[in-house]
Every structure is written in structure tokens, then in C-alpha cells.
């Protein structure tokens, strides 16, 4: 049963290269976390500015109306018609229910922002955490213990940046 033998020649134990190789598994277990994170708040981006720009849409529609009233209120106020004064109630409804969908559309906005703010976070953390990722890795390739080091101060770095993300309100 030879060929089940197997062979350590060559193979020196490293206890440092193992503690790096843990370490590159839990930045990547963080790099995962981060980036799903990073991707979520893109995709929140994204559906908080169509709903923004539904709104902004439902606005100028209701505005076009309010306009079409004021312009049928002063038509018929001018032709004598007794309707002026019911396109004038119109003009006005259409009016105050311009600024509440103003002011949802401005809270779309205010949301895609602080989605976006936190993406940017999430986005540079996740490139540090890379970083970090590829300098560890580097160690098993130079053995240069400077690798390593940067690689987990770029790390530690790139999560502390993606937590910030967090506490933005």
C-alpha cells in the first residue's frame, strides 16, 4: 500500500504561515459580510430613487392639472361662466396636494442619498478588506512578514470604514 503512504518530505511546518492562513479566512469571512452589504445598499439606491422619480413624476402631473385649472378658472371668470369659482377649488386642491407629494419625493431623496453615502463606505471598506486579503495571501508566496502586517492593519481598517455605514442617519 505504497501509494497511500503519504509524503512530508520538503514540507516544513509553519506555525506563523497557519496563523495567517486563519487570518486570510476571517477577513474573507468579513469581506463577505461587507460586500453583501455593499450590494445591498446599491440595490436600496437604486429603489429609493425610482421612487423618487415616481414621485417627482406624480408632482409635475399633478401640477399640469392645477395649471390647466388656474387657466380654466381665469377662462370662464372672464366669459361670465358660473364655473369659475369650482376651477378655482380645483386650482387650490391640486395646490396643497402638490407640496405633500413634494415633500415625499424630497424624503425619496433624502433616502437615496443616505443609501448611497452608506454604499460609498461599504464600497471602500470592501476595497481595503481586499487589500488586506492579497497581502496576507502574499506571505505564502515571499514569506516576508511585512505582507501580513500591512494586509491586517489594511484589514482592520476596512472594517472599522464599512461599520461607520452603520451609525449614518
Same mark, same amino acid.
Given at each position: 500500500m505504497a501509494e +497511500?503512504?503519504?509524503?512530508?518530505? !520538503?514540507?516544513? /511546518?509553519? =506555525?506563523?504561515?497557519q496563523? &495567517?492562513?486563519?487570518m486570510a479566512a476571517i477577513i474573507a469571512l468579513f469581506l463577505a459580510a461587507v460586500t453583501i452589504m455593499s450590494?445591498? $445598499?446599491?440595490?436600496? /439606491?437604486v429603489i429609493y430613487k425610482t421612487e423618487a422619480n415616481d414621485k417627482w413624476a406624480f408632482y409635475q402631473a399633478k401640477s399640469i392639472k392645477r395649471a390647466q385649472y388656474d387657466i380654466a378658472a381665469r377662462v370662464a371668470a372672464q366669459s361670465g361662466s358660473g364655473l369659475a369659482e369650482e376651477f378655482h377649488k380645483e386650482s387650490e386642491r391640486y395646490?396643497?396636494?402638490?407640496?405633500? &407629494?413634494?415633500?415625499e419625493a424630497q424624503e425619496k431623496e433624502a433616502e437615496?442619498? +443616505? @443609501?448611497?453615502?452608506? @454604499?460609498?463606505?461599504?464600497?471602500? !471598506?470592501?476595497?481595503? +478588506?481586499?487589500? !488586506? +486579503?492579497?497581502l496576507c495571501s502574499l506571505y505564502f508566496i515571499s514569506k516576508k512578514q511585512?505582507? =501580513?502586517?500591512? !494586509?491586517?492593519? $489594511? /484589514?482592520? @481598517?476596512g472594517v472599522l470604514i464599512a461599520s461607520t455605514a452603520l451609525f449614518l442617519h
Open positions: +497511500l503512504e503519504i509524503h512530508h518530505e !520538503g514540507h516544513e /511546518a509553519d =506555525p506563523f504561515g496563523r &495567517i492562513g486563519v450590494h445591498r $445598499s446599491h440595490t436600496d /439606491a395646490k396643497r396636494e402638490d407640496g405633500e &407629494i413634494m415633500k437615496t442619498g +443616505l @443609501a448611497e453615502r452608506r @454604499a460609498l463606505k461599504y464600497d471602500f !471598506g470592501e476595497g481595503l +478588506l481586499e487589500l !488586506g +486579503l492579497v511585512l505582507f =501580513p502586517a500591512v !494586509g491586517i492593519v $489594511s /484589514a482592520v @481598517a
